[in-house]
Nanobody
Framework: QVQLVESGGGLVQSGGSLRLSCVAS????????LGWFRQAPGKEREFVAS????????YYADSVKGRFTISRDNAKNTVSLQMSSLKPEDTAVYYC??????????????????WGQGTQVTVSS
């Protein structure tokens, strides 16, 4: 089992920045790829970014490339998502997730077995 707890969501104006963090605990070695997903009202959950076990092999959705940066601190079992130049369309509940898959497989929702409870991000225009 892996437990994930997100923090850092909130309300921000368009063009602003937010940093999300997620602390992982439990059998983290079993699910080394960490990712961020988001779900807006009435929409399906979508991939945002993922990162491999050593901090390399990062992947991003086209909609956030150049604006969001994913990083991890294995000593603290944390993964972060730095979000800049935020847009109203970034408004969603953001979820941290852990997967046993590697590489591009980490871009798929169904490859993740563990999820956090989510944190709301609201971007006002």
């Amino acid at each position: 089992q892996v437990q994930l707890v997100e923090s850092g969501g909130g309300l921000v104006q368009s063009g602003g920045s937010l940093r999300l963090s997620c602390v992982a605990s439990g059998r983290t070695y079993s699910s080394p790829t960490l990712g961020w997903f988001r779900q807006a009202p009435g929409k399906e959950r979508e991939f945002v970014a993922s990162i491999g076990p050593n901090g390399g092999n990062t992947y991003y959705a086209d909609s956030v490339k150049g604006r969001f940066t994913i990083s991890r601190d294995n000593a603290k079992n944390t993964v972060s998502l730095q979000m800049s130049s935020l847009k109203p369309e970034d408004t969603a509940v953001y979820y941290c997730a852990a997967s046993s898959q590697y590489g591009v497989a980490g871009m798929q929702v169904d490859r993740y077995g563990y999820w956090g409870q989510g944190t709301q991000v609201t971007v006002s225009s």
